[in-house]
Each structure stands twice: as C-alpha cells, then as structure tokens.
C-alpha cells in the first residue's frame, strides 16, 4: 500500500507571528520553525498503517528551503521517501493553489491513501484536504478521531457535531486525521541517522505541469493587516487561601450563580 | 446593495438549522436584497420557516436520503456547482463545521474559485472581503477575493447575531441532483450522538476549560464537578491536552476547535497559547487560574488567581454550592 503523507513547516506556534507590512507574506526569518504538530498524527497513523498492512510512506510538503525540516523529521521518524515542492512563486498560494499543487504532486507520485492533518496550524483554512480529493476525484474521509484498515476499506469515526459518524470508505482517499488520533513516536537517533540516506525529491512547479501556480494566479489579496484590540487587563490575585472564595464572589456578581 | 445574490448553505439536524445558518442569514440580508438558503437533509423543508424568518427567501432543498448515506462534501459539491451554474450567486457563506468545510473546500475545487476561510467578518465594497483573524488572533487580516465568482467564505460560528427578519417561510425549490454511484465509496453506515451530560460548549452560559496545568487528565473530574456545582455550565480543553489524548477533539476550544462567547470562561491550568486565546477571548468575562504568574492567560483575565488548581478547585466546588445553598 503506498500512503502519500501530507506536512507543513510552520512557524513555532507558541511564538507570535509577523507578517510582511509590505508583501503580507509569512516573514520566516528569524523565527523559529517546526513540523506542524497537527502533522505528527498524519504520519504516526501513516507509519501505524503500513507496519501493520505493508507498504510505503512518502511524505510530501509544500514551503521554502526550510520546509525540508519537516519532511527530514517524517522521514526520520519511518517515512521511506520525501518530497519537496519549493518555488519563489508560490509564496503566498492560497487554499486551492496549495491544494493543486499537493494533488499534482501525489498525482505524479501513486497513491492508495492520502493522509493529511485537518487544518494546518498556521493558516487554518482547514479545507486543503477536501480540495485535493476533489482534485484526485477520490473520497475525503475527514477529521478521523479513529481509524482502522479492513482489507481495502477505511473504518473511521469521523467527528461531528453531535458526536461522530461511523464511516466506511474503499480506498483511494483522503484521510484527515484529528489531533490525538493517536501518539506520534519521537525519532529515534537510529532514524534520523537514516533519514539522510532516503530519497528526497526536490520539484518545482515546472515538474507537476502547473503553471504559475502562486500568488500571481490566487484569487485573493490581503488588503490590511492590523492589530487586534487587546482586552483590558483585570485583576491578578495570589492565592492566599482565599482564591476560591474570590472566584466564586466574582460568579455570583457576575450573576451566573 | 452591491451584490445580486448572496447564499447560505445551512446544516440542518432534525429539521433544525443550525445556529451559524441563521446567524450568517441575518449578515448576508446586510451585503444582498437577495438572501437564499441551500440545504442537504431529508428534513430540510422543516427548516423553511425558520430559515425564512432570518431572511431566506428560497430554500434549495435536496431531501433525498442518498445524500444522508454517504459523506456529504462530493455529492453536495456536484449539485451545488450545477446550482451555482444555473442561477449564479455572488457569495457563498459556509459555517465553519465539519460538513461546512468539506462540501465548501470540494466546491471551490470543482469550480476553481478561491474559498477564504475561519472568517470572522464579511464585508462588501469594490468587492468582498473577509476579516480573519491570525497568530492567535493578535492580528486582523482583511482579504479580497479577486477570482471568478462566486466567492466562497467559511464563517466562524458566533460571529454575527442571529436576527429575525420576521420574513415568511422560504420558498422551496428540490435539488435534483442525483447523489453519483461513485460517491458510494465514503458511506456513513452510523451516526452515533455523545451523550450530553449538560449543555453544548458553543451554548452553555459558563465554560470551564482544563490544560495542561491539571497535571493528569484524572484530574478533568474536578471540571466536571465544578460545571456540575455551578449548573449550566459545560468543560472545554486547551490543545495541548487534546493533542496528548487526554480529552477528545470535540472539547477543544481554540482557533482549531470551538469558539465559545458565555458570560464566563474559566480557563483552568491553562497558559493561554494563541491557539487558545482566540477561541474563548469574546467571553464577556475571563477568570484565569495558573500557577504561573507569568501566563499569558493573565492578560486576558478580569479576574486571574495565581495558585495551586488542584488546591483551588475543591474549594470552589464548596463555594460555589455554599452560595447556591
């Protein structure tokens, strides 16, 4: 079974994130950057899947140089192959223009399975799944808090909002798997030895048949970036024995008890 | 008004809309004269008055069960782009659920229009643009959509009023689409409701959410006894506890998750990450307990208590039950 990994190298999330004032593209220098944690998942119930069934994991990710990063990690963690698509062009890709990008990519490579996190954690458009399935004209299977595979077909509790739905899927598809799907390994130094040695694609737009796939073709242009109002700061107490007391003071004024 | 024709798809569960329909109904009769509803369940119908009364004047409607059988992004994505085709609206508004997401993220596909999602605000002037609000909602981005129509924004529950327009009934119009053989490969073979122990988190007037400054997810009991002593109140989570499997994904709070706006927040062991922040910070007030007086969270917080939770908690358990008597 070939499973396609989707990862993003994104800016730390617990650091605060600027914007560009004059392009309003993600500045990325001198900030910290990790695999998105969302991502961890992804592959972890990639790994789980071919260990138990057979198979490969390629992981694939769209980003600057750095976004390497990412896919090292993946592949340190048991990933067989890397991909990276990186152009100056495609600064600023959109949803769609990052969803046609990926599908072409996995296009190119086969898939039985593609495997993504359900947003990413710094853009959180949360529909770049259900587009590259559209793309691939395959199933998404989306925000999977369980998963299982039986023969050809995907078992999935997939999250609603009422609570979830069992749903049963034939392979090929998208999967989007939710944050605590499972417990994503750390990479063993033995792995990250190894993932110097796997193979690692570097691809241009130009490969995948795309034709200026980035900003100069998205259909949207951030127009103002401003600051959020802050909330006024209130009152910070130690507890001296009577935190409580204050806390449940301020629910009765507050009329909820 | 600028724009022709401005649709809302709405989710309907047992005939009700849900509450982000209504809400982005009652924008959209601010941005168009002409307000329509779009709906996948066989129910629908049902929903016609009250989707009405918020400002639809048409409800599409596809009632066939074929569409509750499977997963609804591809099958709703082909009827809508045909929808779309014949009667060519300016703006589609999704609410950012699960089912808003997929049929929106496949539609913008199909169609090859750009989609802005997580919106917070929808605005129209030489073209729409969309407010969202990013790392951790410290800043606000607006963005225009300068792609083919129709533009496509996914709203955030919570962020527009649901306001009656006093209108009558929508008019229904059936889809007719068929749901394609090939959508059969992504069946839903059951639909399995929580068991809601209180109220929904979106609803409930009081929310108390746990971090990673519990210590031990044993430890969401104390929550549970809390919201249990305060009455309507409901338990959320921080992403960190979710993502370390503690709690599940649906009592996630955050920019990946709900977004709650009670009377009170009450943000437990949290240090209050970006991630966090922007999905509880329109509480209308925020009490913030944590043993680091450095916690973010504190610069949030009418009201912060530096301390022990796990020393706290009890106490305010009895508190809160002495006062209520």
């Given at each position: 079974m070939k499973v396609v990994v989707c990862v993003k190298q994104i800016p730390d999330p617990n650091s605060t994130g600027q914007l560009d004032p004059q392009t309003h593209f993600l500045k990325r220098e001198g900030v910290e950057v990790v695999m998105d944690p969302g991502d961890e998942f992804g592959?972890?119930?990639?790994?789980?899947?071919?260990e138990k069934h057979g198979g490969e994991v390629t992981v694939v990710s769209m980003g600057p140089e750095r976004g390497l990063d990412a896919v090292r990690k993946a592949l340190a963690m048991g990933a067989?192959?890397?991909?990276?698509?990186s152009d100056e062009g495609l600064r600023g890709s959109d949803a769609l223009t990052t969803a046609r990008v990926l599908a072409a990519a996995i296009k190119r490579e086969g898939f039985d399975l593609v495997i993504t996190a359900t947003e990413s954690t710094d853009g959180y458009t949360g529909v770049v799944p259900q587009a590259i399935a559209e793309l691939l004209d395959v199933p998404a299977v989306t925000f999977a808090k369980s998963l299982e595979l039986d023969g050809s077909t995907l078992k999935v509790k997939r999250q609603t909002e009422a609570g979830y739905d069992l749903v049963e899927a034939s392979l090929p598809a998208v999967l989007s798997v939710t944050a605590g799907v499972n417990e994503p390994r750390y990479p063993s130094l033995k792995g990250i030895m190894g993932a110097k040695s796997k193979p690692l694609d570097r691809l241009a737009p130009a490969?995948?048949?795309l034709a200026g796939a980035g900003a100069a073709t998205a259909g949207q242009t951030i127009t103002e970036v401003a600051a959020a109002p802050e909330r006024a700061a209130g009152e910070v107490v130690r507890d001296e024995g009577d935190g409580a007391k204050r806390i449940a003071d301020f629910?009765?004024?507050?009329k909820v008890i | 008004m600028a724009l022709g024709k401005v649709w809302v798809f709405a989710d309907i569960d047992a005939g009700k809309p849900a509450p982000v329909a209504l809400e982005l109904l009652s924008k959209a009769r601010t941005l168009s004269d002409t307000v329509?509803?779009?709906?996948?369940s066989k129910d629908a119908e049902a929903a016609a008055a009250e989707l009405g009364a918020h400002g639809a004047g048409t409800l599409y409607a596809a009632t066939d069960p074929a569409y509750g059988e499977v997963l609804l992004g591809a099958p709703a994505a082909d009827a809508l782009a045909s929808l779309v085709e014949e009667h060519k609206p300016d703006l589609l508004l999704f609410g950012m659920t699960y089912d808003g997401r997929?049929?929106?993220?496949?539609?913008?596909a199909k169609l090859g229009v750009p989609v802005i999602a997580n919106g917070l605000d929808v605005s129209d002037g030489n073209g729409v643009s969309v407010s969202t609000s990013i790392f951790g909602a410290t800043l606000n981005v607006s963005t225009k959509f300068d792609g083919g129509a129709p533009a496509i924004a996914i709203i955030r529950p919570k962020s527009f009023a649901a306001e009656s327009s006093g209108g009558a009934a929508a008019k229904v119009v059936p889809i007719t689409t068929p749901v394609d053989e090939k959508h059969r490969r992504a069946k839903v073979v059951d639909r399995v409701a929580d068991v809601a122990s209180g109220p929904k988190l979106e609803e409930a007037p009081v929310v108390i959410s746990g971090g990673r400054g519990l210590g031990d997810p044993k430890n969401f009991e104390l929550l549970e006894q809390l919201a249990q002593a305060i009455g309507n109140a409901a338990v959320g989570a921080s992403r960190a506890v979710v993502d370390a499997g503690w709690v599940p994904y649906s009592m996630q709070v955050g920019q990946t998750g709900k977004t709650v706006k009670p009377a009170?927040?009450?943000?437990?062991g949290i240090s209050g990450a970006m991630q966090h922040t922007v999905g509880m910070k329109g509480a209308k007030a925020i009490i913030a307990i944590n043993k680091d007086e450095n916690a973010p969270i504190f610069k949030l917080a009418d009201l912060g208590v530096v301390g022990d939770v796990l020393k706290i908690l009890p106490q305010l358990v009895d508190e809160v039950k002495a006062r209520k008597g």
């Amino acid at each position: 079974m070939k499973v396609v990994v989707c990862v993003k190298q994104i800016p730390d999330p617990n650091s605060t994130g600027q914007l560009d004032p004059q392009t309003h593209f993600l500045k990325r220098e001198g900030v910290e950057v990790v695999m998105d944690p969302g991502d961890e998942f992804g592959v972890e119930a990639a790994l789980q899947l071919v260990e138990k069934h057979g198979g490969e994991v390629t992981v694939v990710s769209m980003g600057p140089e750095r976004g390497l990063d990412a896919v090292r990690k993946a592949l340190a963690m048991g990933a067989a192959k890397g991909i990276l698509i990186s152009d100056e062009g495609l600064r600023g890709s959109d949803a769609l223009t990052t969803a046609r990008v990926l599908a072409a990519a996995i296009k190119r490579e086969g898939f039985d399975l593609v495997i993504t996190a359900t947003e990413s954690t710094d853009g959180y458009t949360g529909v770049v799944p259900q587009a590259i399935a559209e793309l691939l004209d395959v199933p998404a299977v989306t925000f999977a808090k369980s998963l299982e595979l039986d023969g050809s077909t995907l078992k999935v509790k997939r999250q609603t909002e009422a609570g979830y739905d069992l749903v049963e899927a034939s392979l090929p598809a998208v999967l989007s798997v939710t944050a605590g799907v499972n417990e994503p390994r750390y990479p063993s130094l033995k792995g990250i030895m190894g993932a110097k040695s796997k193979p690692l694609d570097r691809l241009a737009p130009a490969d995948l048949d795309l034709a200026g796939a980035g900003a100069a073709t998205a259909g949207q242009t951030i127009t103002e970036v401003a600051a959020a109002p802050e909330r006024a700061a209130g009152e910070v107490v130690r507890d001296e024995g009577d935190g409580a007391k204050r806390i449940a003071d301020f629910l009765v004024q507050r009329k909820v008890i | 008004m600028a724009l022709g024709k401005v649709w809302v798809f709405a989710d309907i569960d047992a005939g009700k809309p849900a509450p982000v329909a209504l809400e982005l109904l009652s924008k959209a009769r601010t941005l168009s004269d002409t307000v329509e509803a779009v709906a996948f369940s066989k129910d629908a119908e049902a929903a016609a008055a009250e989707l009405g009364a918020h400002g639809a004047g048409t409800l599409y409607a596809a009632t066939d069960p074929a569409y509750g059988e499977v997963l609804l992004g591809a099958p709703a994505a082909d009827a809508l782009a045909s929808l779309v085709e014949e009667h060519k609206p300016d703006l589609l508004l999704f609410g950012m659920t699960y089912d808003g997401r997929d049929v929106a993220g496949r539609l913008a596909a199909k169609l090859g229009v750009p989609v802005i999602a997580n919106g917070l605000d929808v605005s129209d002037g030489n073209g729409v643009s969309v407010s969202t609000s990013i790392f951790g909602a410290t800043l606000n981005v607006s963005t225009k959509f300068d792609g083919g129509a129709p533009a496509i924004a996914i709203i955030r529950p919570k962020s527009f009023a649901a306001e009656s327009s006093g209108g009558a009934a929508a008019k229904v119009v059936p889809i007719t689409t068929p749901v394609d053989e090939k959508h059969r490969r992504a069946k839903v073979v059951d639909r399995v409701a929580d068991v809601a122990s209180g109220p929904k988190l979106e609803e409930a007037p009081v929310v108390i959410s746990g971090g990673r400054g519990l210590g031990d997810p044993k430890n969401f009991e104390l929550l549970e006894q809390l919201a249990q002593a305060i009455g309507n109140a409901a338990v959320g989570a921080s992403r960190a506890v979710v993502d370390a499997g503690w709690v599940p994904y649906s009592m996630q709070v955050g920019q990946t998750g709900k977004t709650v706006k009670p009377a009170v927040y009450i943000a437990v062991g949290i240090s209050g990450a970006m991630q966090h922040t922007v999905g509880m910070k329109g509480a209308k007030a925020i009490i913030a307990i944590n043993k680091d007086e450095n916690a973010p969270i504190f610069k949030l917080a009418d009201l912060g208590v530096v301390g022990d939770v796990l020393k706290i908690l009890p106490q305010l358990v009895d508190e809160v039950k002495a006062r209520k008597g």
